[in-house]
């Protein structure tokens, strides 16, 4: 059996980052938490974690941190049964969640938790198609992902399809688009991107010019200041219905010619634990994303 506080300094050493942030939440040494890594590690017979700043985890590290985030819910939901828990004492949750679903409709599902069980977040961004590789890893209990694949040891229910509409600004249409068919203009044309792993506008490209191309970018890593991007004419792109309505109802963006929307599907992962706070979480997820993503 492995000891569950070299376990548990394992998962304040990856939530952290550092070990010596990690020594300051544990309220003990650098030099201590370094022994319980060491130890774990001599008992496991692997590396286990790479002394990088922030640390990065092992494959067998990642194995090990899902069984910590795992047994600390379970001691959690255990104290709260047996009364041992202080009764508002909050249940943690690491989720994963993609900045559009975060800046739409994921955070009223979360208030919504928040008044029928004593729970905080950690919540971690990432593109859809990544936020399965935060399960995978250990790294979160649950994730919003585009993957109906369920990551092993975990179950995956369908959410909806959030739309995004192909949009830009008038006064950027006018500069960049209207002297000619649109997918003459559009690979010319400058397109906003949230980073380095979106390829959604890419995705669109390829549909309107049937070809790859590479398009001059601007990466804006925050999806109100993408959408601010579009309508501030930086460039053109993939606005998430919700936020895209409004704005193309009073003329501030306008739908690209002739083209469609993209539905992106999301789906609800989360670790095979019989959790009450993730069991209500998972339930308002599912409810607020009904009442917003596509069917």
């Known amino acids: 059996m492995i000891p569950s506080d070299q376990v548990r300094t394992l998962l304040a050493v990856v939530d952290e980052g550092t070990f010596e942030a990690a020594a300051r939440r ?47 819910q379970v001691e959690h939901d255990l104290g709260s049964a047996l009364g041992q828990t202080e009764e508002h004492e909050p249940a943690p949750l690491a989720i994963a969640v993609n900045a559009d679903s975060l800046a739409t409709w994921f955070l009223p599902a979360l208030s919504a938790a928040t008044a029928r069980i004593a729970v905080c977040f950690d919540l971690q961004s990432a593109d859809q198609d990544h936020t399965a590789e935060l399960l995978k890893r250990g790294r979160v209990m649950a994730a919003v992902t585009s993957s109906a694949h369920p990551v092993q040891g975990c179950t995956a229910r369908p959410l909806g399809r959030l739309r995004y509409h192909p949009v830009a ?55 109100h200041a993408f959408v601010e991007a579009v309508v501030g004419a930086l460039g053109w792109g993939l606005v998430p219905e919700p936020q895209a309505e409004p704005l193309l109802a009073d003329g501030a963006l306008v739908t690209l010619e002739g083209q469609r929307p993209i539905d992106v599907p999301l789906y609800w992962q989360q670790w095979k634990l019989d959790s009450p706070a993730l069991a209500v979480v998972a339930e308002e997820v599912a409810r607020a994303a009904t009442s917003v993503l596509r069917s």
């Not at 201590?32 to 990065?56: F, M, N």
């Not at 380095?196 to 804006?220: E, K, P, S, W, Y």
């Open 26 to 72: 544990l309220h003990v040494t650098p030099s201590a938490v370094s022994q319980r890594i060491k130890a774990l590690e001599q008992g496991a017979g692997r590396v286990l974690v790479q002394r990088t700043k922030p640390v990065r985890l092992t494959e067998s590290g990642s194995v090990v941190v899902r069984f910590a985030r795992q047994l600390a």
């Open 169 to 223: 600004s008038p006064a950027f249409v006018e500069r960049h688009l209207a002297t000619g068919p649109l997918r003459e203009t559009l690979p010319w044309a400058p397109m906003v991107v949230f980073d380095r792993t979106d390829d959604l506008q890419d995705r669109f490209l390829r549909r309107v010019t049937r070809r790859r191309v590479v398009a001059a970018r601007h990466h804006i890593p925050s999806s």
